[in-house]
């Protein structure tokens, strides 16, 4: 089994940063693509960034050149600058895991929220 555990989220004014963390722990093999997601209030859960294995990295357009995707080992990172207000979401850690029997497994964290005032 895998857990996220995200951390980071908090209050901030537009303008601002944030530094979202996410650690992946447990049993498995290797992690491949790691990204970070979003959902706002009545919206939809939408993609905001991810990263490859190999270090291959997407964002979603409303957050390219303001929004950068980072890992280390088994921890992803999300460094938000430059907020808007219409950033307001819970953000979301997931990871695609390859596990001891060879399965890919897709795992979320729990979320942490971000609220940015304008």
């Known amino acids: 089994q895998v857990q996220l555990v995200e951390s980071g989220g908090g209050l901030v004014q537009a303008g601002g940063s944030l530094r979202l963390s996410c650690a992946a722990s447990?049993?498995?093999?290797?992690?491949?693509?790691m990204a970070w997601y979003r959902q706002a209030p009545e919206k939809q859960r939408e993609l905001v960034a991810s990263?490859?294995?190999?270090?291959t990295t997407n964002y979603a357009d409303s957050v390219k050149g303001r929004f950068t995707i980072s890992r280390n080992k088994n921890t992803s990172y999300l460094q938000l600058n430059n907020l808007k207000p219409e950033d307001t979401a819970v953000y979301y850690c997931?990871?695609?895991?390859?596990?001891?029997?060879?399965?890919?497994?897709?795992?979320w964290g729990q979320g942490t929220q971000v609220t940015v005032s304008s």
């Open positions: 447990g049993t498995f093999v290797s992690i491949n693509t």
């Open positions: 990263i490859t294995g190999g270090g």
């Open positions: 997931n990871a695609q895991v390859l596990d001891t029997r060879i399965r890919t497994i897709g795992a």
